[in-house]
């Protein structure tokens, strides 16, 4: 029997956005990402602390990232000097990853929608007046970048705190967009200007304190995005320390710290947590964990000590409040979640998101599937909330503002990510009854959510509430037109799954499906799908017993290993209809990954050939007898 493919689709789940191996990344939120392929997960926290990225800012030997800090003798005397981040790259790699975050970004931001051409079509077949082209979630995000770019023109660089609100909202929003070299130079002038200022004592002051700790903990995203992790940390680090010097500076005047304080505390163990998974190794998840844990404590801290005052208990210290959060069992209720604004909801989403993920790499898989149950609550919880809110968020385009926390659409996208990631982890667990339920689950999920821009836009906002919860089917309309690179990797993995339970004939429809979608969006040379076809292949050439058909998918996914080899030494040109860029982006494997799918195609392929042979053999012998 034919060997099963084990690279591109299973147990993670391969989005083409992530069918090269990438540096990690992060946003101003934060998350863990999946193992290869696909790191993001999902809502922008995942794309944030998790998969991080953004070019290096040199540090000179007497300054912090080549930015002085305004500190007084005694202070700059006794703290060690934070050395200059180690040269890994060159500046040709270093631009070459940031292109590739702009091209990935725009892809995930895409992954779960698509964009109608607005041509309708009358009942006898002929086109009525095309409507102009609705926006998708890309456009709709650079839209708002222009709108923001704006204002920002207008406000006076000397209105300090004004200017440097403004110059963070650019950098948050060219982040998002995968700009970089862009996002890093607005939170700079930011930082420069927030640090002009200096240090006080009065409200005003506490909130510059916390926006130069803001800016600082956005350049360790940006670095860690790009794969600067030494760099990413200091930035890290140095936010951390000014987080805490605020909160406790608040505390010991007899005052609380507001519940922003411990959501940013939060942010930056997570995004300190991430960077530990990047670096690898048993030690470095031990301290990933527990920074994680940390992350989540700080997210629930105020909640649990409003569960302590509900149960009329003394006052507690802030450790003991800390120390009481059991991030493995805390079970947020619906009531709690309304005091907290959206961003901070999805970062408690992604927190435990990345906790799931974190264990079921570790093997830990009831464990894993606990994490990510209960961040798939939280984030149901959340859009139930949202729909009894006024639906000013539903769409970024509503909002002239920067918005706090996800649109609904982005909402019900990480739903369907964390539905996905339930079913990865029971793959890897080898449930693969569960799994390919779970999978199902998430496609239902994801075709009821994915609606056409246009329709969104002729709809009342009242009538954009999207239910938390959809029902799984094991039927579900396959609408290539409508189809997205989302519903291509659930579909491979769902027909993984349903291979390994016996169910071979629907297992070939989502093969058949997948495979469909990814050449329309991705082209025929796409390493997706020589992917699909090496799957399509085993399961043709194993319990189906069609060993022609078997044979021709895994001899084209061959010519297509080969041809992204070639093109990967610079010896390809191929004719696929896509353009040099997407070429570039789509087929970015290393040489020796693709030589082990070649590798393993070839014995493939051998293997059916004999049994072929064999059967020609046997057929001979009867008719001569």
């Not at 984030?379 to 968020?393: F, H, K, S, V, Y």
């Not at 890897?428 to 329709?455: G, N, Q, W």
């Amino acid at each position: 029997m034919p060997q099963r493919q084990t690279s591109g689709a299973y147990p993670q789940m391969a989005l083409f956005a992530d069918s090269r191996r990438r540096p990690s990344s992060s946003s101003a939120a934060s998350s863990v990402a999946r193992p290869r392929r696909w790191l993001a997960a999902a809502t922008s926290e995942l794309r944030a602390e998790m998969l991080s990225a953004s070019s290096a800012l040199s540090s000179s030997p007497d300054s912090f990232h080549g930015l002085s800090l305004p500190e007084d003798e005694e202070k700059a005397k006794a703290k060690p000097r934070i050395e200059e981040a180690e040269v890994v790259k060159s500046e040709e790699d270093k631009f070459a990853t940031r292109e590739m975050i702009k091209e990935m970004t725009r892809a995930e931001i895409s992954a779960h929608s698509f964009v109608s051409s607005g041509k309708k079509n009358d009942a006898g077949g002929a086109s009525s007046e095309k409507k102009p082209m609705a926006l998708g979630p890309y456009e709709r995000l650079s839209q708002q970048l222009n709108e923001a770019q704006h204002r920002h023109q207008s406000i006076d660089p000397h209105q300090t705190s004004a200017y440097a609100q403004s110059c963070m909202d650019m950098g948050d929003l060219h982040y998002r967009l995968g700009h970089m070299d862009q996002s890093q130079e607005f939170y700079m002038d930011a930082l420069k200007d927030l640090l002009s200022i200096g240090d006080g004592g009065d409200p005003g002051s506490r909130r510059m304190q916390m926006m130069t700790a803001q800016s600082m903990h956005a350049l360790g995203t940006i670095h860690a995005r790009c794969g600067d992790y030494a760099e990413a940390s200091h930035w890290y680090e140095e936010s951390l320390k000014r987080k805490h010097e605020l909160s406790d500076d608040i505390e010991g005047d007899g005052s609380t710290a507001p519940i922003s304080h411990r959501y940013e505390l939060g942010k930056t163990y997570n995004g300190l947590a991430a960077l530990e998974v990047m670096r690898g190794g048993d030690v470095q998840w031990e301290k990933a964990m527990s920074l994680f844990q940390e992350a989540e404590r700080n997210f629930l801290y105020y909640y649990e000590r409003e569960k302590m005052s509900q149960q009329e208990k003394p006052d507690r210290s802030e450790s003991d409040v800390l120390e009481t959060v059991d991030v493995s069992a805390t079970i947020i209720i619906s009531k709690a979640l309304r005091k907290m604004t959206p961003s901070q909801v999805e970062s408690l989403v992604n927190v435990r998101s990345n906790m799931g993920e974190l264990l079921r790499q570790r093997g830990k898989f009831e464990d894993a599937e606990e994490m990510l149950r209960l961040a798939l609550d939280t984030a149901r919880m959340a859009l139930e909330n949202d729909n009894e809110i006024d639906g000013t968020r539903s769409e970024i385009k509503t909002s002239a503002a920067p918005i706090d926390g996800p649109t609904r659409d982005e909402q019900a996208s990480a739903i369907v990510d964390l539905l996905v990631k339930i079913a990865d982890n029971l793959t890897s667990a080898e449930k693969f009854d569960e799994a390919a339920e779970a999978y199902e689950h998430a496609l239902s999920s994801h075709v009821f959510y994915r609606r056409p821009s246009e329709e969104d836009d002729a709809k009342p906002q009242s009538s954009n509430a999207l239910p938390a919860t959809v029902h799984a089917s094991t039927k579900i309309k396959f609408d290539l037109d409508a189809a997205t690179t989302i519903e291509a990797a659930i579909r491979n993995n769902l027909a993984h799954a349903l291979a390994q339970i016996g169910q071979d004939k629907l297992s070939m429809e989502h093969y058949e499906a997948s495979l469909a979608i990814k050449r329309r969006i991705g082209g025929d040379f796409h390493m997706e799908v020589a992917h699909t076809l090496a799957g399509m292949g085993a399961l043709l050439g194993g319990p189906l017993r069609d060993f022609t058909k078997g044979l021709n998918c895994f001899k084209e996914a061959l010519f297509i290993y080969r041809a992204n080899l070639e093109e990967l030494s610079g010896g390809y040109q191929g004719d696929d209809g896509c353009s040099d860029n997407q070429r570039s982006f789509f087929g970015d494997e290393d040489a020796e990954e693709i030589d082990r799918h070649i590798q393993n195609t070839l014995k493939n392929i051998s293997l059916i050939e004999a049994a072929l042979l064999k059967d020609r053999d046997g057929l001979s012998k009867k008719r001569r007898h």
